[in-house]
């Protein structure tokens, strides 16, 4: 069982930056992928960005250019930096950690979620 915390959300007027941080329980480098997913009020959940043990990222286009995601498995931690922070980028941020077994049986680990607040 992984849990995981994320933090580093909050206030920031639109332009601004914010870093979530997700950290987990135990070791993440066993863990094939990492995300961060988001929901506004009203809205589906919605893939923000992921990162595979090797290091592959892909992004939802609205974020690309803007956000970076990055993982530190010595630290058991996933980081979105989020720059350029626009209004609609207004959400709660998950975290979601993903683990294939050998027999392709996948296991998903969802974090409490942070609230990032973007004013214009």
């Known amino acids: 069982q992984v849990q995981l915390v994320e933090s580093g959300g909050g206030l920031v007027q639109a332009g601004g930056s914010l870093r979530l941080s997700c950290s987990a329980s135990?070791?993440?480098?066993?863990?094939?992928?990492m995300a961060w997913y988001r929901q506004a009020p009203g809205k589906q959940r919605e893939l923000v960005a992921a990162?595979?043990?090797?290091?592959?990222?892909n992004y939802v286009d609205s974020v690309k250019g803007r956000f970076t995601i990055s993982r530190d498995n010595a630290k058991n931690t996933v980081f979105l930096q989020m720059n350029s922070l626009k209004p609609e980028d207004t959400a709660v941020y998950y975290c979601?950690?993903?683990?294939?077994?050998?027999?392709?049986?996948?296991?998903?680990?969802w974090g409490q979620g942070t609230q990032v607040t973007v004013s214009s």
């Open positions: 979601k950690a993903q683990r294939v077994t050998s027999r392709s049986v996948t296991y998903d680990y």
């Open positions: 990162i595979t043990n090797g290091g592959r990222t």
């Open positions: 135990g070791s993440i480098a066993n863990l094939d992928t």
